[in-house]
């Protein structure tokens, strides 16, 4: 017999095929499905935030607006603003008065120490151009002097009065003290003026020291021509503070449209313990207080001790000193004397007394 082989029926064959293929198109199937649960997961965990995966991440801070200096320091305190210095007031000037006429003129006294030295008459003659021509006739000490005829200006006050420079010029310290009101009468009415209370300190040298003082009071009413000019008193005043001349010059009438108007003499702004200018004596039954040069002051007290004082403040109703040393502040009144001492919360009053010539 000849050698056999043995050979798989042709539909096992046939079965087995097809087994090996579906097995294959499972495992493919598994293979895709796999590809495309991992694609979602992916993509999901892509979506997540950084804060959702990792518990150790910090959110950052919202943008928050500066802080300023007052939000990190207690004790910062607002700057300053700059300030600009104070605008110097305007300084007085007299009252705008009304123009002149030709024909119209005043007449003017100066006197001194209460004697009259001298009349002066001013005449507007003629008006050429910008100019008046005015005659002056003056009486000095009871004679007559030749008239003198000469061009103004007439933009110019007739009586060469000006208020004082307010200021320090050639050693010469000018202040302006106080400013007020007072009613002169003009042919028995009474005309409002305006008045004004200069001091001028001039220093020089006289053996080894001096120092000059003179206390201007000035009236000026605009219903007078000519400027207005009014009054002038003028009081000098030197080294001991006694005031050794008094000049006054003053407005006696004058003629405004061929009207003739009387002025009586201003009364002085007196005040209780006599003028501005008089007040550089006060006593009381055991000393006083007296001024020695110009500004200073010394008191002689009751148990005969000096002492020195400046005086700080001079007001219509009181004259203030201070101490040299600084530990109290005297204020003199026309009926008594005030006294403070350092801190100067309370005063009280040590003397009864008055002011003297």
Request: proline share 9%; charged share 25%; aromatic share 8%.
């Amino acid at each position: 017999m000849g050698h056999s082989y043995y050979r798989r029926p042709p539909a096992a064959a046939s079965l087995g095929m097809t087994r090996l293929l579906i097995g294959l198109g499972v495992l493919g199937l598994l293979v895709v499905a796999g590809i495309i649960i991992y694609q979602l997961t992916k993509d999901t965990t892509t979506k997540q935030t950084v804060a959702d995966n990792d518990t150790t991440y910090t959110k950052p801070k919202s943008k928050e607006k500066p802080k300023t200096p007052e939000d990190n320091d207690a004790t910062y305190r607002l700057p300053i603003p700059k300030q600009e210095p104070p605008v110097p007031p305007e300084p007085p000037r007299p009252p705008k008065s009304v123009d002149p006429e030709v024909g119209d003129w005043a007449e003017y006294r100066n006197l001194q120490n209460g004697a009259v030295k001298s009349t002066e008459k001013v005449t507007i003659v003629a008006h050429e151009g910008v100019n008046y021509r005015i005659r002056i006739e003056l009486v000095f000490n009871g004679k007559a002097r030749p008239a003198v005829e000469l061009l103004q200006p007439t933009n110019k006050a007739l009586k060469q009065k000006e208020l004082p420079t307010v200021g320090t010029v050639n050693k010469t310290t000018t202040t302006l003290l106080a400013q007020g009101n007072a009613n002169v009468r003009m042919n028995g009415e009474a005309v409002a003026c305006r008045t004004s209370h200069f001091r001028d300190t001039q220093s020089f040298t006289l053996d080894g020291k001096g120092e000059l003082v003179n206390e201007s009071l000035y009236w000026f009413c605009p219903q007078v021509p000519f400027g207005g000019f009014v009054r002038e008193e003028r009081n000098t005043i030197i080294f001991n503070g006694k005031p050794t001349t008094v000049t006054v010059t003053e407005l006696v009438r004058y003629s405004r449209g061929g009207k003739v108007v009387t002025v009586e003499p201003p009364p002085r702004p007196t005040t209780p313990g006599g003028t501005l200018v008089e007040r550089t004596k006060w006593v009381h039954d055991k000393g006083l207080f007296e001024m020695v040069r110009p500004g200073e002051w010394e008191e002689t007290a009751p148990n005969g001790a000096r002492n020195k004082f400046k005086e700080s403040t001079r007001t219509p109703q009181y004259v203030e000193l201070d101490d040299v040393k600084g530990a109290s502040r005297v204020r003199l009144y026309a009926d008594r004397c005030d006294v403070s001492f350092r801190p100067f919360t309370e005063t009280r009053t040590f003397y009864r007394g008055k002011w003297e010539k």
